[in-house]
């Protein structure tokens, strides 16, 4: 596929919750090109998690199309999907989600198991977390600590490791910086940014927090993309 296609492309999506009648996802087009930064604002409730689950094809679309790198989600069956899924995406969470009790090596690999091409781009695979860690500001020493046993901030940073290692070519991070003070959350976003940059991967941020614009290519708001918060027919 030529690179100048988009990396996500929704199109005519609509989405709604099963006996929920007072919500519904309607996007006519939201597309994502290769390498950009895109933040994605929406109040509480606006339906930005359903959006990033959409294009994470946990859920699918009662009708229209998601693309990424030119697939069909929809297309592929459930287990295609995960793996599909493991191999395009690098998912931040607002938790982090990191397993606690295990190193800061095994949290940062643990993607690249079900995702074979990624871990080839990754190899050796050590090596590359441990020079992604200190991309990030984590101290050298920090790669065989428990992830359970690091500061707020550096179990950020490994997540945003977790998440990029392998060069997925889209970042999907759900208001990573929520839990931490102005200045930590500049720090980590030009740090993001640079890794992001680097690997060329497409980086979708989604929160409520209007004053981290500065920093994105790209500014969305989820009424300009949904038609409206009603549930459709
Ligand atoms: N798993 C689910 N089952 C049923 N309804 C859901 C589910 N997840 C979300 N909803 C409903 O969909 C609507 C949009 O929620 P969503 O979490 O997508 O919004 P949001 O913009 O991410 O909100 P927040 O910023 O608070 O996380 C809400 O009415 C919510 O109750």
Request: with cysteine; net charge negative.
């Amino acid at each position: 596929m030529p690179d100048i296609d988009p990396i996500l492309a929704l199109r005519d999506v609509k989405f709604s919750w099963p006996g929920r009648a007072s919500f519904g996802l309607d996007l006519p087009e939201f597309t994502l090109d290769r390498s950009e930064s895109v933040l994605l604002l929406g109040e509480s409730g606006s339906g930005k998690s359903t959006l990033l689950s959409l294009i994470c094809g946990t859920i699918t679309p009662q009708s229209g199309t998601v693309h990424l790198s030119g697939t069909d989600i929809a297309s592929l069956s459930a287990g295609k999907r995960d793996r599909f899924r493991a191999e395009q995406i690098g998912l931040i969470f607002q938790q982090f989600n990191l397993l606690p009790y295990a190193s800061v090596l095994d949290n940062i690999l643990l993607p690249l198991r079900f995702a074979p091409e990624r871990r080839a781009r990754a190899d050796p695979v050590t090596d590359t977390a441990k020079a992604l860690c200190l991309n990030l500001g984590l101290p050298e020493d920090a790669i065989n600590a428990k992830a359970g046993t690091l500061s707020v901030g550096q179990q950020q940073r490994v997540a945003a490791a977790r998440a990029l290692i392998g060069a997925p070519p889209l970042i999907i991070a759900d208001e990573p910086t929520s839990a931490l003070d102005a200045a930590t959350q500049a720090t980590f976003l030009n740090l993001l940014f640079a890794q992001a940059r680097a690997s060329g991967s497409t980086l979708l941020m989604v929160s409520h927090d209007a004053r981290l614009s500065d920093h994105f290519d790209r500014v969305i708001h989820m009424s300009d993309i949904s038609r409206s918060a009603m549930a459709h027919a």
